[in-house]
């Protein structure tokens, strides 16, 4: 990993790290040339060893183990191990239940879209390397960190809209609520009321701060033109403030990546997800699970021949592979590498202005927007869920896991593609593998050589020599809203 | 009025969940109530602006003494694998182990406190047979001794405060700092595990809700049922060090709201309970684990007793998610 390019002009290596408001270790190696990034290597440097911890447990206690991988993807977790348990039962959930598991799980994918926005991406625009740009005073004032106003006004929102977990799922993060056969907390008539008014507070928190706008009218938007329209005219909302910047720094060509999108489809109700499940690649492509692989070539890892499956997979630690810079493996799909989240939810699922943000690649611009877009078209889609719960019918049936049996669980985090592989003999886990959406967009490069899609986005970012913050590759890197415990758990 | 205190929060082997939890503060929300306690963030990973060059120089300068430093958090635990390296949670950016980091770090800040229970005994990165050699940052598992030596306090007077949960509930650490902040967290203030005694001194079990359960050993049977899961589902709750059901999480709830078993996430060595987490172990019919300073012939006796009078409303209650048989009213003349 260490070769220069022969000849190269003016070649730099510098090491960004550690990374903060990204929630985990990261460590991002960069090699420059005439003031920008020509390769990149992206490495976790934190190893815990859950798929080890949980070989020869009993498989019901995964779903007090995966959620313990992330605080902050946790219900993810749970609804993965939920999902794979209930494959491998070969039972279902109880409408209530999956309405309930939803509710909990968009919860937690708001709550996270809600912090990586006004936590951890927007204050680098208040960062000192933008002092002399017009405007600036303003949006410090509003967005830098730890002072400004910003937070101040999310905060208790965000702390407010996770009541709703409260009264469904006890706490967040970390509940055991979520089961293969439904929840274990049923509703009562009136907490319907109570949840109808948490969901509504923070439709005013989005219609009034974030947008100040319906949140229907920001779903309808359709274009970027219709984007930059709609920015024009709501020059007071922080998603308007976001786009300003983003038209003066040209955030649509910065951390341009690949036009490979994965879904394993969100928010399903009788089978019907409510955002597609899918691939794109050029168009609309079906999805075969049984096309993914993992790669440890460039891992501290060993146990695999080769790539594999992650149902016959192995996770072990090898931290003297000459060959490894991270412990994350490098997950393809038909041996490719795809970029994961809710830009690639939103292609899938064919929302135009996506599709047109992305229409020649994603970029921080479309990766931002997206998430502000789902914040938008998830919240109705609760409230739809709420008014649907039927106190009285039940929340959980009974699920016996079997003592022999394969399972896997795919479900959305907020950050993208999350999949449980599980295999239960004699009772027992035999094996548990886990791929995160941050495996997929963080992976290192494969045996053949092929960088993962952060490595591939970051080259061509300016890189200005004097900076030590190196503004442009922060945001690259921040707008995936990486979460480096899942990515190597 | 005490000077302020300086705080920073680092992280390593565990999942973030704490801070995530801690972000859950309201009434105030978590910055107003850090600053009305005398804290000042020097630096926290998801909150902070300075990243990479920049905050790898603040910790140098706390090391070399240049910055003074106050109150050191670590969440998650102290990675020691592999074969006691510390490479498997190599800080980024410096080549060298946050282990290492910690070590000097904590000789250098007046309170060092840790901040759940992977930070404080090991906890979940612990589980397994251990591989990645994890361990709390004075304890590891139950056994005193670890990073730091079992009988170390730090230039403040005071051994590791363990703010163990899995997660910790907001409150937990916000009161704890408020403490130290004010002087007022002396050793009395910390349990024989070192935790704080705030929420300690409780038992899950005050103010659960399901207590009438309890009394009259109306069991649940299987999740979503309303009954008490100590006999079937595995719930500690009457022994698990607490005050998850007097202090509630997220507006209203706890694990027992919302419906499963308290696995007694304050404690070292809850990640390996021996069992499935959700099954209870029983010898003859009694649950192993009896509620805590409880004598076991009179739990035999009241238990049989509690059964023997359960009303009708509870033994049907119990195993229903929803109430099926009201109070009855009793009508006066």
């Not at chain 1, 106003?149 to 979520?178: E, N, Q, V």
């Not at chain 1, 003066?248 to 955002?275: I, K, M, N």
């Not at chain 1, 490719?336 to 690639?344: N, Q, R, S, Y």
């Not at chain 2, 929803?322 to 109070?327: E, K, M, N, Q």
Request: hydrophobic share 40%; proline share 6%; net charge neutral.
């Amino acid at each position: 990993m260490r070769r220069c390019a022969p000849g190269a002009p003016r070649m730099s290596r510098r090491i960004y790290g550690p990374f903060n408001r990204v929630e985990g270790d990261l460590e991002v190696q960069v090699e420059i040339a005439d003031g920008r990034v020509a390769a990149a290597w992206v490495n976790s440097p934190l190893y815990r060893g859950f798929e080890q911890i949980l070989h020869g447990k009993d498989p019901r206690d995964a779903l007090v183990y995966t959620p313990r991988i992330c605080g902050i993807c946790s219900v993810s977790q749970s609804m993965a191990a939920a999902a794979a348990l209930r494959d491998a039962a070969g039972t279902t959930e109880a409408d209530n239940g999956a309405l309930a598991a939803n509710l909990v799980l968009a919860c937690e994918n708001l709550t996270d879209h809600l912090t990586h926005f006004y936590l951890f991406f927007m204050p680098d625009f208040a960062r000192a390397d933008y002092a002399a740009r017009p405007g600036f005073d303003a949006v410090a004032a509003r967005f830098k960190a730890q002072t400004g106003s910003a937070a101040r006004d999310m905060l208790p929102a965000r702390a407010a809209f996770l009541h709703l977990t409260g009264i469904l799922a006890g706490k967040w993060p970390h509940s055991l609520a979520l089961q293969p056969g439904g929840t274990t907390r049923a509703i009562e008539p009136q907490e319907k009321a109570q949840l109808r008014g948490i969901v509504a507070m923070f439709r005013r928190f989005l219609e009034s701060t974030m947008f100040d706008d319906r949140l229907e009218h920001v779903t309808e938007l359709d274009s970027v033109a219709a984007l930059q329209r709609w920015a024009t005219s709501h020059p007071r909302s922080d998603f308007g403030c976001f786009l300003r910047i983003a038209a003066e720094l040209q955030l649509d060509a910065l951390g341009r990546g690949g036009s490979r999108f994965l879904s394993y489809g969100a928010y399903t109700l009788h089978g019907v997800p409510l955002f597609a499940r899918g691939i794109w690649d050029g168009g609309p492509r079906p999805f075969d699970a049984a096309g993914i692989t993992e790669d440890i070539s460039h891992a501290w890892l060993q146990g695999q021949p080769g790539p594999m499956h992650p149902l016959r997979g192995c996770t072990l630690p090898a931290i003297d592979n000459a060959a490894g810079y991270t412990w994350c493996k490098a997950p393809r799909l038909d041996g490719k590498v795809m970029e994961t989240g809710a830009l690639a939810r939103q292609v899938v699922d064919g929302h135009p202005l996506a599709h047109d943000l992305a229409a020649d690649g994603s970029s921080v611009l479309a990766r931002v927007v997206a998430r502000l877009l789902e914040l938008a078209r998830v919240l109705p889609a609760m409230e739809q869920w709420i008014a649907e719960l039927q106190p009285g019918a039940p929340f959980c049936n009974t699920t016996e896991v079997p003592d022999e049996a394969d399972g896997v669980g795919l479900v959305e985090a907020a950050r993208g593609s999350l999949g449980h592989w599980l295999r239960i003999r004699k009772g027992r886990i035999l094996n548990y593998q886990i791929i995160a959406p941050t495996t997929w967009n963080f992976s290192p490069r494969d045996a053949v050589g092929t960088p993962g899609a952060l490595e591939q986005a970051l080259v061509g970012t300016p890189v200005s020599a004097d900076a030590a913050s190196s503004a442009a590759v922060q945001h690259v890197v921040r707008s995936f809203d990486p979460c480096m415990v899942c990515t190597v758990h | 009025m005490a000077d302020r205190l300086n705080l920073l929060w680092l992280q390593s082997g565990g999942c973030g969940g704490c801070s995530m939890s801690l972000l859950n503060a309201e009434g105030p929300d978590l910055y107003t109530t850090l600053d009305v306690a005398g804290i000042d963030l020097l630096w926290h990973p998801s909150l902070s602006e300075a990243s990479a060059d920049e905050f790898v120089a603040l910790l140098q300068a706390i090391v070399d003494g240049r910055q003074r430093l106050d109150i050191l958090c670590l969440e998650g635990a102290v990675m020691h694998g592999p074969g006691g390296s510390g490479r498997f949670h190599m800080l980024a950016g410096t080549g060298r182990s946050l282990r290492d980091w910690l070590a000097d770090l904590s000789m250098r800040a007046r309170y060092t406190v840790a901040v759940g229970s992977c930070a404080a005994f090991g906890g979940i990165t612990a589980a397994g047979g251990n591989a990645v050699e994890a361990t709390g940052l004075q304890y590891d598992g139950a056994r005193g001794g670890a990073l730091l030596p079992a009988q170390w306090t730090s230039p403040g007077g005071l051994p590791v405060v363990n703010v163990a949960g899995c997660p910790v509930h907001p409150g937990w650490v916000t009161d704890t700092l408020a403490q130290l902040a004010q002087g007022e967290l002396g050793p009395a203030a910390l349990d024989e595990l070192t935790r704080p005694r705030s929420y300690t001194d409780h038992l899950v079990h005050h103010g659960c809700p399901r207590n009438e359960f309890y009394e009259f050993k109306a069991s649940a049977e299987k999740p979503s049922d309303q009954g008490c899961m100590m006999e079937h589902l595995g719930c500690l709750g009457t022994q698990a060090r607490a005050d998850c059901n007097i202090r509630p999480w997220n507006g209203g709830g706890s694990c027992l709201k919302g419906g499963y078993a308290c696995i007694n996430c304050t404690a070292p060595g809850f990640e390996e309970p021996g069992r499935p987490f959700t099954e209870t172990r029983k010898i003859g019919g009694i649950p192993v684990g009896l509620p805590s300073d409880m004598p076991k012939a009179w739990f035999v006796a009241l238990a049989s007793l509690a059964k023997a009078a359960t009303p009708e409303r509870l033994r049907r209650n119990a195993v229903a998610d929803h109430i099926t048989v009201r109070p009855s009213v009793r009508r006066s003349k």
